[in-house]
């Protein structure tokens, strides 16, 4: 149905950048909500930044300011840029969408979850 491959991730510097990516593929008609968590070690998921089907975006406490999501509608691609990173950013990254997808002819709500990108800060 769907499938959603990150890239990007890898060891960054603090105060550094990295920039994530996520394709999406498959019987996709619409995107709802698309956006990224994150998994710190011994910690739980968590939301870094999300994407309403409105248009609305909405970011953790601990990202804003730092980190921007953004959509490339035509390649149907998702980013995360990461600005003055922090070692407390390092964690398993991971892209997440809710989307109408095409099932039989129909037309079907689902959530799909990407296989996650590490993402490590050094200090």
Request: hydrophobic fraction near 35%; charged fraction near 15%; proline fraction near 2%.
């Amino acid at each position: 149905q769907v499938q959603l491959v990150e890239s990007g991730g890898g060891l960054g510097q603090a105060g550094g950048s990295l920039r994530l990516s996520c394709a999406a593929s498959g019987t996709i008609f619409s995107f709802n909500t698309i956006a990224w968590y994150r998994q710190g070690p011994g910690k739980q998921r968590e939301l870094v930044a999300q994407i309403t089907g409105a248009g609305s975006t909405k970011y953790g406490d601990s990202v804003k300011g730092r980190f921007t999501i953004s959509r490339d509608s035509g390649s149907r691609t998702i980013y995360l840029q990461m600005n003055s990173l922090k070692p407390e950013d390092t964690a398993v990254y991971y892209c997440y969408v809710d989307a109408l997808v095409i099932i039989g002819g129909e037309r079907v709500e689902s959530e799909h979850w990407g296989q996650g990108t590490q993402v490590t800060v050094a200090s």
